[in-house]
């Protein structure tokens, strides 16, 4: 099944700067990546996704970068607030047999320090 | 809408106990699919459902049981609890397994086995 590694598990970051999360998949078949939120005691909510044909895809401060051919795809925050502080979840849809499942990383906390 | 419901909130359990967490959605969604969350771990898929009638199993199937009779409704059962399935539990929903389409969650039943 698909494997999905996410780095780093924590992330501390001032006001102002920059965050980036990074994840890796297995399977080079899957083709829908997006990236969720979750504030403590909430529900996951979807931030921003990217699909295989595209290589990166822009929502105000944030981004996400896809690498097919490494099969890596990464959360780029700009401009951090403190409201940013979460838990922040990748995840990758399966394709070919596996069609349907979605593979979830194991998350990364971050914190933004005013 | 109310979206993606889930009853209860809140559950404990006896070793050996059974029971059922409900998950309902209104936005007549095809595909829909229980995780649960536990720490460090991320959201692991347990079982996802295609349409109504059809069911398929995730990651982390074993312990539990789905049906989906009808296109709201997707009931989670536990048939015979045991303390590693203690963990918050998420039901989701989305129009179909198509690239971009966004899942929406439930608001969780943390779930206690004893």
């Known amino acids: 099944g698909e494997n999905v590694e996410q780095h780093p598990s924590t992330l501390s970051v001032q006001e102002g700067d920059s965050a980036v999360i990074k994840c890796t998949y297995s399977d080079s078949a899957s083709n829908y990546f997006p990236w969720y939120k979750q504030e403590l005691g909430k529900r996951p909510q979807l931030i921003i996704d990217?699909?295989?044909?595209?290589g990166e895809k822009k929502d105000q401060r944030i981004a996400v970068t896809l690498n097919k051919t490494a099969k890596h795809f990464s959360l780029h925050i700009t401009e951090t607030q403190p409201e940013d502080s979460a838990v922040y979840f990748c995840?990758?849809?399966?394709?070919?047999?596996?069609?349907?499942?979605?593979?979830f990383g194991q998350g990364t906390i971050l914190t933004v320090h005013p | 809408n109310a979206g993606v419901t889930q009853t209860p909130k809140f559950q404990v359990l006896k070793t050996g106990q059974s029971m059922t967490l409900q998950c309902a959605q209104d936005?007549?969604?095809?595909?829909m699919s229980w995780y649960r969350q536990d720490p460090g771990m991320g959201l692991r898929l347990i079982h996802y459902?295609?349409?109504?009638?059809?069911?398929d199993q995730g990651e982390v199937p074993n312990g539990y049981n789905v049906s989906r009779s009808t296109t709201e409704d997707f009931p989670l059962r536990l048939l015979s609890a045991a303390p590693s399935q203690t963990s918050v539990y998420f039901c989701?929903?989305?129009?179909?397994?198509?690239?971009?389409?966004?899942?929406?969650f439930g608001p969780g039943t943390r779930l206690t086995v004893l």
């Open positions: 989701a929903s989305s129009w179909g397994l198509e690239a971009s389409n966004e899942q929406f």
């Open positions: 990217i699909r295989s044909n595209v």
């Open positions: 459902s295609v349409g109504a009638g059809i069911t």
């Open positions: 936005m007549n969604h095809e595909y």
């Open positions: 995840a990758v849809l399966a394709g070919g047999t596996s069609y349907g499942k979605l593979t």
